[in-house]
């Protein structure tokens, strides 16, 4: 399987469906009076975990994903049928961002359901406008679109131990000596391209381990596969930084680890400044013990802990293990990333009047006033008063005093124009 772990992608919410503009109509009902249903809600989209998905390939080349809009309106009173939801499925793990930013949205890391564009209100139908003094309106509101954005879905898998190191140095052995997965396992440069997740068990602790393909140095700048796999362990607790103890070859172990932990400074300082244990493994094949020297000072000067192991015969192994569970005992639980943006809409944003003179006439858009003029019957006069009643209660004419209009001036609203009067 083809492994994909970000991808960008549009998302749209369903539009409200309109009210109706209806009257009865009936044989000995003479006088039956407006009977327009109400619009359905659009539906929303919705993102759910599946926790048998590791990967994002599903959207790879479908990068546009739309709710159903909502029914209008009929007479007799009948709603709209709402839309239905779109529920998009996800590995847990996944975080949403705002495309434009690069801001958090969402950590779908919690389990639940997310609702990440909310359909469109159905609009109101002409009944909910009857009053003794307007008996017939022939207007009805229009149903208000659905949210919509561009996003991006970046998969972070939760494990509390992650593995680092140059390729080859045993990351995959050891995984599957320790846990139950079965990595490709191979004496060739970056046999690991995919992350594997493990389990392992110690006593009655458990804990998940992740292995990702291996850093080299320059990574940062793109050499090797470069960083694009530790966002994989962004979350994790706990880093295993394994290292050829036998020296193969021929370079000096410290100078190998600290080029690691500087690749891992490039990419996240925070990543870096995780706690970490230092791993030598192929210990049964160490032959100069010279090319080892000052791993330890580092290691205590570091503050880190240090194992020899050798992962294809298990020794030091158990240790090890022993060593980790206690130090996963002492750190806090996995990270769980906190939204950086919130798409609520203010009052003031649901509100917004634009006002534009251009060659004397006042063009006024809003999508609050779009909303309200789509369902409006301009050449009744109840149905065009009750539109003016809503511009000068949500402060148009206000602001048209305050951009200096005069009696007779033309205001032009999505398509209608009229003199103003004072």
Sequence with gaps: MIFIDKVKMYIKAGNGGNGSVSFRREKYVPNGGPDGGDGGRGGNVIFVVDEGKNTLLDYKNRRKHVAQN?????????????????????????????????????????????????????????????????????????????????????????????????????????????????????NYPFTTLTPNLGVASVYEQTFVVADIPGLIEGASEGLGLGHDFLRHIDRCRLMLHLFDASCEEGEMALEKIKKIINELEKFSPALASRPMILVGNKQDSVYDESLLEGVEDFAKEKNMQLYYISAVTGKGLKELLEGVAETLKTLPPIIAYESEISFDITPERVRETVIENVNGVYHVTGEWIKRAA????????????????????????????????????????YGLEFNYVE
Excluded at 384 to 413: P, S
């Design 70 to 186: 909502g029914e209008n309106g009929g007479g007799k009173r009948f709603a709209g049928k709402s839309g239905t939801d779109l529920f998009l499925p996800v590995p847990k793990g996944t975080v949403i961002k705002d495309a434009e930013t690069g801001k958090v949205i969402h950590d779908m890391s919690d389990g639940e359901p997310y609702i990440a564009a909310r359909g469109g209100k159905g609009g109101w139908g002409n009944s909910h406008f009857a009053t003794p003094t307007r008996q017939a309106p022939r207007f009805a509101k229009n149903g208000t679109e659905g949210e919509e954005r561009d996003i991006i879905l970046e998969l972070k898998m939760i494990a509390d131990v992650g593995l680092v190191g140059f390729p080859n140095v045993g990351k995959s052995t050891l995984l599957s000596k320790i846990t139950a997965a079965n990595p490709k396992i191979g």
């Design 374 to 413: 789509g369902g409006v019957y301009f050449d009744d006069y109840e149905s065009f008063n009750y539109f003016q009643k809503i511009l000068k209660k949500g402060g148009v004419f206000e602001a048209l005093v305050e951009r200096g209009i005069k009696e007779g001036d033309t205001v032009e609203i």
